[in-house]
């Protein structure tokens, strides 16, 4: 069709359609008491950098971009104002207070961001308490802040704590983790509010980074048979393979030339006995005409 | 048979699937990655569209051509083929022969000597090889049957004239389901390889035959085949649908794979994030390999920064 009318179709990115979506949200100070009020641009440019993120932790590559935008935007309004009324109030009241319907898989988004939120939060140096996914809310606006270098950090601690798990081959992973830290290094000095150029950037060196954890996986010989479940090794990983579905059992591979000889029996077993066809044709008889007695 | 030839020549995997017809000699680079007809591996991300890029190569392939006209004098048809896309124009001077003895499917290499292409080395094979899942083949039985007598006499048989006008059947051995048509005409799917899908169909024949019909087995013939396999890393589809937007298409609110139709061989591969590719559209085995080895480059290009 595309041929036909000669047009090509813009490629589709979810950080444009944030902006529009946003505004659907009616939480600025004239709708909702001012606890709750959130200012509009303020909610876009945070809940923006939260997609950003998700999309670098493969939260956002093939899933549909509604609930990941409305999981975007609650968490960067809980976030904004982390006080005990907001951090209180669920997805579903959030709905009902911004006039928005409600989008059942966004609830399953705010846990995996949350999750990679958490990841990222856990290497905050400053904060002394314990972290668990459901307070990690409130330390949002440090992870947005200086979410290169807490990423790296991540990276290095999970890199050192698969290094305690299998101690060897793992020394192509060092090298090449020091050329990917030279790389966000770069942009370590660049604040949050991003242009998408810069996102596009942050997008790859992200890739690098956390890709390159499965090439050391696999170039060691003791897990390959642990590549089955690839996703579990990596930090970030694509939810699909994380929770990967038990697979049926495969049946074994039958090796034939297709010109076997086709046993009688075998077909025999197909065809109904003449008592059974004369069964099955009273018995159809008679569902017929019931069928016809009751319509 | 020249199919039975190509098949063969998997089993021992130790080739990458360019290499078949030994007819086809052998001073050229076995992947044709330099021909223009298949897509390359991105080096850059920076915007230089596919078309651009194959346009460029096919200038280079014309100076080399005409530099080697002489040895190739064996294969007129050889370099220079026009490349196969959908919208880019005929090359003048060269064109598009048929090869004596060979399938269309597989160009015939592009240039003897230098390889076009500048990075990835054509011997590089992928390692993964993928699994078949599903063939669909068709038969003719020869006759006209009638279906209600087939369902009311067999017993894997199901027919619901209001829902669908043939009868569907399944054997146990291959697992495989059929439908048979009053025509005679029976299409049979389900199998994961050539030969089972063959056996399959003759046993659905023999069935239909002790029903009492003069069943034959005609004309069989195998339309598509169904592949998968899994590269076991992560694949930004966001990315590689700007870079193959030609091939690609990435919607997520419709569908979570990129659905990437690849001109040569003619196959439609699903791409999905957490690393899984089905194939499909094949006619023949060697199809699926071939694409999956065109695919695999470029998707490892996707999971490195450079």
């Known amino acids: ?295 | 048979m020249d199919q039975n030839n190509s098949i063969q020549a998997f089993q021992g995997l130790a080739s990458p699937p360019g290499v078949m017809t030994p007819t086809m000699p052998v001073f050229s680079p076995m992947m044709p990655y330099g021909s223009g007809l298949t897509p390359q591996p991105v080096q850059n991300t920076n915007s230089l569209s596919i078309l651009e890029e194959q346009q460029r190569q096919q200038q280079q392939q014309q100076q080399q051509q005409q530099q080697t006209q002489q040895l190739n004098t064996g294969l007129p048809g050889a370099s220079g083929q026009t490349p196969q896309l959908f919208h880019s124009q005929p090359v003048p001077g060269s064109t598009t022969t048929a090869l004596p003895g060979n399938t269309p499917l597989y160009s015939a290499p592009v240039t003897p000597m230098t390889p076009i292409a500048p990075a990835t080395p054509a011997s590089e094979s992928s390692g993964i090889v993928p699994q078949l899942q599903n063939i669909v083949s068709t038969v003719n039985l020869g006759c006209k049957l009638d279906l209600k007598t087939i369902a009311l006499r067999a017993r894997n048989a199901e027919y619901n004239p209001k829902r669908f006008a043939a009868v569907i059947m399944r054997i146990r051995e291959p697992r495989t389901t059929a439908l048979i048509f009053s025509s005679g005409k029976m299409v049979c799917t389900g199998a994961k390889s050539e030969e089972q899908s063959r056996l399959a169909a003759r046993k659905y024949a023999r069935v239909v035959q002790k029903l009492g019909f003069p069943a034959k087995f005609l004309d069989f013939k195998i339309q598509n085949m169904v592949g998968s396999c899994d590269v076991k890393f992560p694949i930004r589809l966001e990315g590689l649908v700007l870079t193959h937007q030609q091939f690609s298409s990435y919607e997520p609110e419709l569908f979570p794979g990129l659905i990437y139709r690849m001109i040569k061989p003619r196959i439609v591969l699903l791409i999905f994030v957490s690393g899984k590719v089905v194939l499909t559209g094949a006619k023949v085995r060697a199809e699926i390999y071939e694409a999956f080895e065109n695919i695999y480059p470029i998707l490892k290009g996707f999971r490195k920064t450079t």
């Open chain 1, 1 to 295: 069709m595309i041929k036909v009318l000669n047009i090509q179709a813009p490629t589709f990115s979810v950080t444009d359609v944030m902006e529009a979506h946003c505004q659907e949200y009616k939480v600025s100070l004239g709708h909702v008491p001012e606890e709750l009020a959130e200012d509009s641009k303020g909610l876009t440019k945070r809940a923006i950098a939260l997609v950003e993120l998700a999309a670098d932790s493969w939260i956002v590559t093939g899933r549909q971009p509604l609930p990941i935008m409305m999981a975007a935007v609650y968490l960067a309004w809980q976030s904004l104002k982390p006080n005990a009324q907001r951090l209180k109030m669920s997805l579903e009241k959030f709905c009902k207070l911004a006039k928005v319907q409600k989008s059942k898989t966004a609830g399953t988004r705010i846990t995996e961001m949350k999750g990679m939120l958490y990841k990222l939060g856990k290497e905050i140096p400053w904060y002394k308490e314990v972290l668990t996914p459901d307070n990690v809310v409130s330390l949002v606006g440090d992870i947005l802040q200086h979410r290169f270098s807490l990423l790296r950090r991540a990276l290095k601690s999970h890199e050192l704590s698969l290094l305690e798990k299998c101690p060897a081959g793992q020394v192509n992973s060092s090298s090449a983790e020091t050329s990917s830290s030279s790389e966000v290094s770069e942009h370590a000095g660049q604040t949050p509010a991003k242009s998408s150029v810069n996102a596009e950037k942050q997008k790859q060196a992200g890739v690098g980074d956390e890709s390159l954890k499965s090439p050391s996986e696999e170039s060691n010989p003791q897990t390959q048979e642990l590549t089955q479940n690839w996703g579990k090794r990596v930090l970030f990983a694509p939810p699909c393979v994380v929770n990967a579905k038990r697979k049926r059992a495969e049946r074994p591979p039958l090796h034939v030339t297709g010109d076997e000889e086709i046993s009688d029996s075998e077909i025999e077993s197909y065809i109904r006995t003449p008592q059974e066809a004369r069964d099955f044709a009273m018995m159809q008889e008679k569902l017929f005409t019931s069928n016809n007695e009751s319509s």
